[in-house]
């Protein structure tokens, strides 16, 4: 059977999804923590609290809200998938400035709410936003080429992400002697946030409507394919036992303990270890040269799929990853560190592009092989488990930035501590504790058994059954 030409326009259309699910999580991992941390001031133990609340609420709603979707029956023209992120996206986009709209005396509890109500529609919008990929573009070749796109907007997604609020918020945090929240300067910068996410709300905005409503294109369900969709109960315990799947699902967890590790911190590393004087611009600009290599980067996977494989080339990029990483150790408070930090951050984002390329191409295989075992796809159930099992990688990365801060004696960003040891526990959040997690999901990857001969016969198998892709 002869594969669809895919248009231009279809790639560009879909790929515009990575705007309001990439820059909106992304700017809340960059900046939330920074922003409760240093200018609410909020405790680190607090912080913490809050985020494992959060990981908590995680196990009920992201796999919650993809069997919701997986049990709702086809919308006509608003179809299954599309009726959820219609009804998100406009919530989704004022998150970026309710994030910053903290009432004053309750700080705390807005900061529990606001991520909670982030996390709903953030999921919402996102799952749905997974399981119609696969379901669009059935074939490798097709996921392949629009994955360029997804993943080449993903970064732009994500260097607007960062380097918007940079323009607008100068410092990002205050002097630690007025970083009471009642202080001068602090007040002075928490409206630039409010600024910031205003301009962000507006690029998803716009972003979200052009991917909701002109590229999202379901095929219509069977309904004897709705009717073999498990239970919600049902669902989870099959979606748990696939073995293949928990592999998966594992190793994608730590990295993405790599991401928000490395985006939590990055803003205040660049502060205390760099230096106050390159200022948020230059902060932005660093990060998004490593963005922007990635970007860069994505032909490269492409081409590395094409002569080794998904899995392969996945262990490949997290293994250049590692070695890119370690130059951080050495960096310091000078002028010639503050340039070496930019290279360094062009050579991560090898390690960048390869996950974003990857992840979502195995993901898709895991997919394709329940299908062929249960005769549905399910789609959504399994980006909701997954989205469930890697939101954990947040708990572990803000635990591990607990015990480090709380070991440095640096428990309130206003905190006088000595800056030798606030230096040495950002360098080791910024490099041994992502190499570790980056080696673990090679190990995971290296266990994962779809692949070679027994993926290329899933892949003939499922030519057999059309009505599943």
């Known amino acids: 059977m002869s594969e669809r030409e895919l248009t231009l326009k279809e790639k560009v259309l879909f790929g515009l999804s990575a705007?309001?699910?990439?820059?909106?999580?992304?700017?809340?991992?960059?900046?939330?923590?920074?922003?409760?941390?240093?200018?609410?001031?909020?405790?680190?133990l607090e912080m913490w609290i809050g985020f494992v609340l959060w990981g908590l609420w995680n196990m009920f709603n992201d796999p919650l809200l993809g069997a919701l979707s997986e049990?709702?029956?086809?919308?006509?023209?608003?179809?299954?998938?599309?009726?959820?992120?219609i009804i998100s996206f406009i919530p989704l986009s004022l998150m970026m400035i309710f994030l910053y709209t903290t009432p004053p005396s309750f700080e705390f509890l807005y900061f529990i709410f606001i991520i909670f109500t982030f996390e709903f529609f953030y999921t919402m919008f996102s799952v749905n936003t997974n399981a119609v990929f696969p379901e669009m573009f059935p074939t490798e070749e097709q996921r392949g080429q629009v994955n360029v796109f997804i993943k080449a907007f993903t970064m732009i997604g994500i260097i607007l992400a960062s380097l918007v609020p940079t323009f607008i918020i100068d410092p990002?945090?205050?002097?630690?002697?007025?970083a009471i929240p009642d202080t001068f300067e602090a007040a002075q910068i928490h409206p630039n946030y409010i600024i910031a996410g205003i301009i962000l709300c507006v690029i998803v905005l716009v972003m979200a409507i052009l991917f909701v409503f002109f590229a999202v294109k379901e095929k219509e369900e069977d309904q004897s394919d709705f009717q073999k969709r498990p239970g919600f109960f049902e669902s989870l315990k099959i979606t748990f036992s696939n073995k293949?799947?928990?592999?998966?699902?594992?190793?994608?967890?730590?990295?993405?303990?790599?991401?928000?590790?490395?985006?939590?911190?990055?803003?205040?590393?660049?502060?205390?270890?760099?230096?106050?004087?390159?200022?948020?611009?230059?902060?932005?600009?660093?990060?998004?040269?490593?963005?922007?290599?990635?970007?860069?980067?994505?032909?490269?996977?492409?081409?590395?799929?094409?002569?080794?494989?998904?899995?392969?080339?996945?262990?490949?990029?997290?293994?250049?990853?590692?070695?890119?990483?370690?130059?951080?150790?050495?960096?310091?408070n000078?002028?010639?560190?503050?340039?070496?930090?930019?290279?360094?951050?062009?050579?991560?984002?090898?390690?960048?592009?390869?996950?974003l390329y990857f992840i979502d191409l195995i993901h898709g295989d895991v997919i394709d092989q329940d299908a062929l075992n249960f005769g549905v796809?399910?789609?959504?159930?399994?980006?909701?488990?997954?989205?469930?099992?890697?939101?954990?990688?947040?708990?572990?990365?803000?635990?591990?930035?607990?015990?480090?801060?709380?070991?440095?004696?640096?428990?309130?960003?206003?905190?006088?501590?000595?800056?030798?040891?606030?230096?040495?526990?950002?360098?080791?959040?910024?490099?041994?504790?992502p190499a570790i997690a980056l080696v673990g999901s090679i190990i995971m990857f290296k266990l994962y058994d779809l692949h070679g001969e027994k993926l290329e016969n899933m892949r003939n198998e499922l030519e057999k059954h059309p009505e599943l892709k």
């Open 172 to 178: 990002l945090v205050p002097n630690k002697e007025d």
């Open 334 to 355: 000078n002028d010639i560190s503050r340039i070496l930090s930019m290279v360094i951050f062009v050579t991560i984002g090898f390690g960048l592009s390869a996950a």
């Open 19 to 44: 705007f309001p699910d990439q820059l909106t999580y992304q700017a809340f991992t960059i900046y939330v923590f920074t922003f409760y941390f240093a200018i609410v001031g909020l405790t680190v």
């Open 377 to 433: 796809k399910r789609a959504a159930s399994y980006y909701g488990v997954n989205a469930f099992i890697h939101r954990f990688s947040m708990i572990l990365g803000i635990t591990t930035i607990y015990i480090i801060f709380t070991g440095t004696g640096w428990e309130g960003y206003s905190i006088n501590v000595d800056p030798a040891l606030i230096d040495l526990g950002l360098k080791l959040i910024m490099f041994v504790f």
């Open 244 to 332: 293949t799947f928990i592999k998966f699902t594992l190793g994608n967890m730590l990295i993405w303990y790599c991401f928000n590790v490395l985006l939590t911190v990055f803003p205040l590393f660049s502060v205390e270890v760099l230096g106050r004087t390159q200022g948020s611009l230059l902060i932005g600009i660093t990060l998004m040269l490593a963005l922007l290599s990635a970007t860069f980067f994505l032909p490269l996977q492409e081409w590395i799929r094409k002569k080794v494989g998904t899995r392969k080339g996945l262990m490949i990029g997290m293994g250049i990853w590692i070695i890119t990483l370690f130059p951080l150790v050495f960096l310091s």
């Open 71 to 85: 049990k709702t029956k086809y919308k006509g023209k608003l179809g299954k998938r599309k009726f959820y992120l």
